[in-house]
């Protein structure tokens, strides 16, 4: 059974950086593409990015300058980072294997972390 | 980018009744060469990450009843749900991954 578990801060500050980390268990991180997507109080969904073994990571273009992607193979993780954050970056993120991809559908996801972004 | 538009916003259907939720995109969705819709549909109910119901637009994963069925071709699509059960309360999304970046819809509040 697959499973996806974020971790990280839940309260970053304005203009410094979002780190979170996705574990993945059940299946082989060097077999799939892994996305973030996050999730505005709105309820909006919004894709950041993307990375896959071997692929450059691909990066949602209205984040792309802030976006930075990497993968660890043996930790079978998978990570994010968003420098330079604003309130606007308040959401709930989640992580997700991605299908027939790069460029497919989400069919496993993580339950999402809140963070939140505030002096 | 690809907009996706989802109509409507929120609707109420009866037990037992049938809801319609229709999802719009800017661009068609399907690829000549496959003959296929690059279309998927998710359900989130409270408290929850998104799940996926359908992909290709019409077929529909593993486990998913099959009372909920995807429909439509090009730029417009539907997701029915017959027999509505008291635990179909949930926000329902369409997402394209004809392009990158992939886009949502809205979202869909469905309740009883």
């Known amino acids: 059974q697959v499973q996806l578990q974020e971790s990280g801060p839940g309260l970053v500050k304005p203009s410094e950086t979002l780190s979170l980390i996705c574990t993945v268990s059940?299946?082989?991180?060097?077999?799939?593409?892994w996305s973030w997507i996050r999730q505005s109080a709105g309820k909006r969904l919004e894709w950041i990015g993307r990375i896959c073994r071997g692929d450059s990571p691909n990066r949602n273009p209205s984040l792309e300058s802030r976006v930075s992607l990497s993968l660890d193979t043996s930790k079978n993780q998978f990570s994010l980072k968003l420098t330079s954050v604003t309130t606007a970056d308040t959401a709930v993120y989640h992580c997700a294997r991605e299908v027939a991809g790069p460029g497919g559908w989400f069919d496993r996801w993580g339950q999402g972390t809140l963070v939140t972004v505030s002096s | 980018d690809i907009v996706m538009t989802q109509s409507p916003d929120s609707l109420a259907v009866s037990l037992g009744e049938r809801a319609t939720i229709n999802c719009k995109s800017s661009q068609s969705l399907f690829y000549n060469s496959n003959n296929k819709n690059y279309l998927a549909w998710y359900q989130q109910r409270p408290g929850q990450p998104p799940k996926l119901l359908i992909y290709w637009a019409s077929t529909r994963e593993s486990g998913v009843p099959d009372r909920f069925s995807g429909s439509g071709s090009g730029t417009d699509f539907t997701l029915t749900i017959n027999s509505l059960q008291a635990e179909d309360v949930a926000l329902y999304y369409c997402?394209?991954?004809?392009?990158?970046?992939?886009?949502f819809g809205q979202g869909t509040k469905l309740e009883i």
């Open positions: 997402q394209q991954y004809f392009s990158t970046p992939g886009s």
């Open positions: 059940g299946a082989p991180i060097s077999s799939y593409c």
